[in-house]
């Protein structure tokens, strides 16, 4: 049964940082381009970064470009989002998702696994 469990979501101030993780169970993440997805109240979903693969070439919405890393650990079958410089923009519920194809896109239905979500809050 393929999962993706979600963690190191929380309250942070404004400036602070934290470190979401995706543990991917049931498949082996190597074949899969992993994604955060993010939906904050009255938003529409959308996509934060992605990293793909078999080249683990990463992509990034412009919102959170240079404040935001993600990076794979296929040993670990994980996936991490380090956030920087947090903002109350940043402010949503954060979905790990995942895709057997090479490829980054946007689409939400591009996506066939997701995780349950993290709750993040930025906020003084």
């Known amino acids: 049964q393929v999962q993706l469990a979600e963690s190191g979501g929380g309250l942070v101030q404004p400036g602070g940082s934290l470190r979401l993780s995706c543990v991917a169970s049931?498949?082996?993440?190597?074949?899969?381009?992993i994604g955060w997805f993010r939906q904050a109240p009255g938003k529409e979903r959308e996509g934060v970064s992605c990293i793909t693969s078999r080249h683990g070439y990463t992509v990034y919405t412009d919102s959170v470009k240079g404040r935001f890393t993600i990076s794979r650990d296929n040993a670990k079958n994980t996936v991490s989002l380090q956030m920087n410089s947090l903002k109350p923009e940043d402010t949503a519920v954060y979905y790990c998702?995942?895709?057997?194809?090479?490829?980054?896109?946007?689409?939400?239905?591009?996506?066939?696994?997701w995780g349950q979500g993290t709750q993040v809050t930025v906020s003084s």
């Open positions: 998702v995942a895709k057997p194809r090479d490829i980054c896109t946007s689409a939400i239905t591009d996506y066939p696994y």
């Open positions: 049931g498949f082996t993440l190597d074949y899969y381009t």
